[in-house]
């Protein structure tokens, strides 16, 4: 799983790909279908994308405060969760001798159109205050802001109390509460004369919508997932796993097909919308907070699975992305048909209803015959068909065979034997073909060219191998490459040169093309950090798992635990930070879902709700200290462990049904 390099929205021409305007130093808040982009300063300006969107509509462009004449001097600008912020400002009105400020302002957002702006007295008599906000839009699409076509700021009308804009069949309202004493259309303004007595505050509310006589609801689905929550000796664990939480709920969706199913979407503010493979592993990695969000999701993607007997029967479509200089783009498609009866086969064991999983069940053997019959005649998956056979796509397709035929097992179905063998003969292609030895241990080819020739390119994606799957009764699938070839690999990926001390490089810092700033040469992707976390605490690589995750976990921190899809990954000195990439989508799906992947594994929870057991394996050394995960969802139930200083596990609630294994 990646993203497009750099991203784009729908309908953003390629050629335009790299004018994205940056967003990196921009506050987001995000209740999807609703988003808002605001400069640090709190001002919407007018400027590149700023605005209140619906939908990928701008409402709003611009929103300028103007208190006493003056444009306030901003302080601060900080999110307050993934869907408000706050913007901090003060005011000199000259009523008092000296320099101080004497009006605080405070200015509170909210994704869905809603602002509160606060103006407090700090004066010791009454002053009276004229107060003007400046409001205009171009009712434009954010693709096209984003390819660089703003449309011109459209005239506005009065209505009720505030103003209105339209365009065709578009329009947008911004009503004021109270009612503002003065209202110009032809130069959107608002007025107002604010009377404040010595320690006094007034608060005019703005709220911003498509309709013209009330707010507009947020059109969300109900959360599928848990409040669960982290606590114990490290803090900061419990800030990242909260934000974490946070975010990707902000991200949910709803199916315009089957409005009861949500996906998350993958990312704002360039992707708010449906993007199978990131949907899919979000999905995944947040079933410890229930397995509802999968199940939605897999409802939506068989429905879009392709049909018929054709060689293209049973795929799931997916648009190409960039894979870098190094390689041609990949399909997206590819890797949500892989994923799909492997996130199946473990939300099973996490607790889907088996009535759920039979109803999907025909849609992941329809991805597993298209598997089946995908391979080349070298015996490797193609990606995209004829090119590269990559070597993260071998480790999907080989999860995708092993918890694909558990799932057949389990669920009664034949051909689970035929499909463990086939797995059996591809770790032997693999360890024969991908791997390159070495004087140094050797490490596995990025990918073959379609000739057979290795592409000798130690990349991010070799984090995928560590990730072989869960299986029923808490066993973890065997991957592609044996113990030894498995060692040397936690070897490489915990190395300076993949280990940038503030997660992993998707690519080598010694490898030819290496950009720190590159999506797939060099940057920090969230994801593959924590699969590589994940894995190699899966496989008992301690200290490599634990070296990982407390850069991720310190990147976090920088980032006010709302980490990027990916920032820039220079080596990690005294006092350095981790530098945003300015086209990143922040808050990003697999981004948020990593927080709660990294975590949980922590704890080592390996569910197998069919067989009413579940068993723990917490990384040994407790690399962050005592830790408590609660309200967690197995079997459908809470779920509660705490893992103690000494690395040992205890379960503290769970469903009567459950057995320790």
């Known amino acids: 799983m990646s993203h497009p390099a750099p991203p784009r929205p729908p309908g953003v021409p390629a050629a335009r790909r790299s004018e994205l305007p940056p967003v990196h130093d921009t506050v987001i808040c995000v209740a999807a279908p609703c988003l808002v982009i605001s400069p640090g300063h709190g001002q919407l300006t007018g400027r590149g994308i700023e605005g209140i969107y619906r939908s990928g509509r701008r409402l709003l462009s611009r929103c300028v405060l103007r208190v006493?004449?003056?444009?306030?001097?901003?302080?601060?600008?900080?999110?307050?969760?993934?869907?408000?912020?706050?913007?901090?400002?003060?005011?000199?009105?000259?009523?008092?001798?000296?320099?101080?400020?004497?009006?605080?302002?405070?200015?509170?957002?909210?994704?869905?159109?809603?602002?509160?702006?606060?103006?407090?007295?700090?004066?010791?008599?009454?002053?009276?205050?004229?107060?003007?906000?400046?409001?205009?839009?171009?009712?434009?699409?954010?693709?096209?802001?984003?390819?660089?076509?703003?449309?011109?700021?459209l005239p506005a009308a009065v209505h009720a109390a505030g103003l209105r804009w339209s365009t065709g069949e578009t329009q947008a309202v911004t009503a004021a509460e109270p009612a503002p004493d003065d209202a110009l259309a032809s130069t959107g303004l608002l007025r107002w004369q604010l009377e404040l007595g010595p320690g006094e505050s007034r608060t005019i509310e703005l709220r911003t919508t498509q309709d013209r006589v009330t707010r507009a609801g947020a059109g969300r689905v109900a959360n599928p997932l848990s409040d669960a929550r982290a606590e114990g000796d490290e803090p900061r664990a419990e800030a990242w796993f909260r934000t974490s939480v946070e975010d990707l709920g902000a991200l949910l969706l709803r199916d315009p097909e089957a409005p009861g199913d949500a996906f998350a979407a993958a990312g704002v503010p360039w992707r708010l919308g449906l993007a199978p493979a990131e949907s899919l592993w979000a999905a995944r990695m947040a079933l410890p907070l229930g397995s509802g969000l999968a199940a939605s999701t897999l409802r939506i993607l068989a429905r879009a699975q392709a049909g018929g007997s054709g060689p293209g029967a049973g795929k799931i479509p997916g648009p190409l992305r960039g894979a870098g200089h190094q390689l041609p783009p990949g399909c997206t498609g590819t890797e949500a048909t892989l994923a799909f009866p492997a996130v199946l086969a473990e939300a099973r064991l996490w607790g889907m209803p088996e009535g759920e999983v039979d109803r999907l069940l025909p849609a992941a053997e329809r991805c597993l015959g298209w598997l089946r019959g995908a391979l080349g005649e070298d015996g490797f998956l193609a990606d995209p068909d004829p090119g590269p056979r990559r070597c993260e796509t071998q480790a999907h397709a080989h999860r995708a065979a092993l918890l694909g035929a558990d799932l057949l097992a389990g669920c009664g179905r034949p051909g689970a034997a035929e499909w463990r063998e086939w797995a059996a003969e591809l770790r032997e292609r693999f360890r024969l073909r991908f791997w390159i030895d070495g004087p140094d241990g050797g490490r596995p080819a990025a990918a073959l060219h379609p000739d057979g020739r290795q592409l000798p390119r130690l990349t991010g994606a070799a984090a995928h191998l560590l990730d072989t799957g869960l299986l029923g009764g808490g066993r973890f699938a065997p991957g592609l490459l044996d113990r030894a070839r498995t060692e040397q690999l936690a070897?490489?990926?915990?190395?300076?040169?993949?280990?940038?001390?503030?997660?992993?490089?998707?690519?080598?810092?010694?490898?030819?093309?290496?950009?720190?700033?590159?999506?797939?040469?060099?940057?920090?992707?969230?994801h593959e950090s924590a699969v590589a976390v994940a894995g190699l605490a899966q496989?008992?690589?301690?200290?490599?798992?634990?070296?990982?995750?407390?850069?991720?976990?310190?990147?976090?921190?920088?980032?006010?635990?709302?980490?990027?899809?990916?920032?820039?990954?220079?080596?990690?000195t005294l006092g350095s930070a981790p530098l945003p990439h300015p086209a990143a989508c922040r808050p990003a799906a697999v981004a948020a879902a990593a927080g709660i992947h990294v975590l949980t594994a922590l704890a080592g929870v390996r569910p197998d709700a069919p067989a009413a057991t579940v068993a723990l394996a917490p990384l040994p050394g407790a690399?962050?200290?005592?830790?408590?995960?609660?309200?967690?969802?197995?079997?459908?139930?809470?779920?509660?462990?705490?893992?103690?200083?000494?690395?040992?596990?205890?379960?503290?609630?769970?469903?009567?049904?459950?057995?320790?294994?």
């Open 623 to 661: 690399p962050l200290g005592a830790l408590r995960l609660s309200g967690l969802r197995v079997a459908g139930q809470p779920f509660a462990v705490r893992v103690s200083r000494l690395g040992l596990g205890m379960v503290e609630e769970a469903a009567d049904v459950l057995q320790l294994g």
């Open 539 to 572: 496989a008992g690589f301690e200290k490599e798992a634990a070296g990982l995750l407390r850069g991720l976990l310190d990147a976090a921190e920088s980032f006010g635990y709302r980490l990027p899809e990916m920032f820039a990954a220079e080596q990690r």
């Open 491 to 526: 070897r490489l990926l915990a190395a300076p040169g993949m280990d940038s001390g503030w997660g992993l490089r998707s690519m080598a810092v010694r490898e030819p093309g290496h950009n720190p700033f590159g999506h797939r040469s060099g940057a920090v992707r969230v």
């Open 68 to 153: 006493g004449g003056r444009e306030p001097v901003a302080v601060q600008g900080r999110s307050l969760g993934a869907d408000r912020a706050s913007f901090t400002a003060t005011v000199r009105t000259g009523s008092e001798p000296g320099p101080d400020p004497d009006i605080g302002v405070e200015r509170v957002r909210h994704a869905d159109g809603t602002e509160r702006i606060t103006l407090r007295s700090y004066t010791g008599r009454p002053v009276r205050i004229p107060v003007e906000v400046l409001l205009a839009t171009d009712l434009a699409d954010l693709a096209a802001l984003a390819a660089g076509r703003a449309g011109p700021e």
